[in-house]
Nanobody, 126 residues
Framework: QVQLVESGGGLVQAGGSLRLSCAAS????????MAWFRQAPGKEREFVGA????????YYADSVKGRFTISRDNAKDTVYLQMNSLKPADTAVYYC???????????????????WGQGTQVTVSS
């Protein structure tokens, strides 16, 4: 079992930055593909980005490409989401997720992921 705990959310003005962290316990993250998803009120959970087990490849939703960056530190069993140039449309609960999948085509689907964190709220004011 993998337990994931997100932190770093909060309230920020448009144009600002936040850095989310996702810390794992119970099992090392080093073999897992990790991803961030988000869910706004009344909307489905949507893919934000993913990073392969080695950190060698990253994948992003078009809506965040160029503004968000995923990274990982396997020695600390932690994954990060650096969010810059935030917009009100980025307001959502952000979740990290872990999967033992190595097929890039699968990274965009919630059903790929075996473990989820409880989420952290990000609110961007205009």
């Amino acid at each position: 079992q993998v337990q994931l705990v997100e932190s770093g959310g909060g309230l920020v003005q448009a144009g600002g930055s936040l850095r989310l962290s996702c810390a794992a316990s119970g099992r090392t993250l080093s073999t897992y593909t990790m991803a961030w998803f988000r869910q706004a009120p009344g909307k489905e959970r949507e893919f934000v980005g993913a990073i392969t087990w080695s950190g060698g490849s990253t994948y992003y939703a078009d809506s965040v490409k160029g503004r968000f960056t995923i990274s990982r530190d396997n020695a600390k069993d932690t994954v990060y989401l650096q969010m810059n140039s935030l917009k009100p449309a980025d307001t959502a609960v952000y979740y990290c997720a872990a999967a033992l999948s190595y097929r890039p085509a699968s990274y965009y689907s919630t059903s790929t992921y075996n473990y989820w964190g409880q989420g952290t709220q990000v609110t961007v004011s205009s």
